[in-house]
């Protein structure tokens, strides 16, 4: 009988600990995404968990997903600019899987929640006065050469 008890306790145990990160820190991540210089900038994120938005400087709430980040801005009149920032795990996944937790680890893995973004993301976007967006005529010649370079000889 005493075996019993302590099985049971230790399979509870085990259970209130599995998908520590998903309790603890969730699946969503507040990011401030900034433009130094260059605000405000109109920014998009994107993972595999989904899109946001942003205007710069400001804050949004992502979904958490290992893969990279990807935060392309931009500004009327500016070139855009994207930048990558890489997902990193966090310490209480390898604590799920330490502790005996292996189903709490595959939880927060599969959800995101094990994963985590810097919480602050610069993207270096040039709006100084040589960073203007090609003019309309500079699009037109530059359109006209890429027609001329690309077509085929007519015989």
Same mark, same amino acid.
């Given at each position: 009988?005493?075996?019993?008890?302590?099985?049971?306790? *230790?399979?509870?145990?085990?259970?209130?600990? #599995?998908? !520590?990160?998903?309790?603890? #820190?969730?699946?969503?991540?507040?990011?401030?995404?900034?433009?130094?210089?260059?605000?405000?900038?109109?920014?998009?994120?994107?993972?595999?968990k989904g899109s946001w938005f942003v205007t710069t400087p400001g804050s949004v709430v992502v979904r958490r997903a290992y893969g990279n980040?990807?935060?392309?801005?931009?500004?009327?009149?500016?070139?855009?600019?994207?930048?990558? *920032?890489?997902?990193?795990?966090?310490?209480?996944?390898?604590?799920?899987?330490?502790?005996?937790?292996?189903?709490?680890?595959?939880?927060?893995?599969?959800?995101?929640?094990?994963?985590?973004?810097?919480?602050?993301?610069?993207?270096?976007?040039? !709006?100084?006065?040589?960073?203007?967006?090609?003019?309309? #005529?500079?699009?037109?010649?530059?359109?006209?050469?890429? *027609?001329?370079?690309? #077509?085929?000889?007519?015989?």
């Amino acid at each position: 009988m005493l075996r019993i008890s302590i099985a049971t306790g *230790v399979v509870v145990s085990l259970g209130l600990l #599995s998908g !520590c990160a998903s309790i603890v #820190s969730g699946q969503n991540q507040s990011l401030s995404v900034n433009t130094p210089g260059c605000t405000p900038a109109n920014c998009q994120l994107t993972n595999t968990k989904g899109s946001w938005f942003v205007t710069t400087p400001g804050s949004v709430v992502v979904r958490r997903a290992y893969g990279n980040l990807t935060v392309a801005c931009t500004k009327d009149g500016y070139l855009p600019a994207t930048t990558t *920032v890489a997902s990193s795990t966090k310490a209480m996944a390898f604590g799920n899987i330490l502790l005996g937790g292996v189903i709490g680890a595959g939880v927060d893995i599969g959800t995101g929640a094990a994963y985590d973004y810097p919480e602050i993301i610069s993207v270096a976007l040039a !709006c100084g006065p040589d960073a203007k967006n090609i003019t309309s #005529s500079t699009a037109e010649t530059a359109a006209k050469a890429e *027609v001329t370079t690309n #077509s085929a000889p007519t015989k």
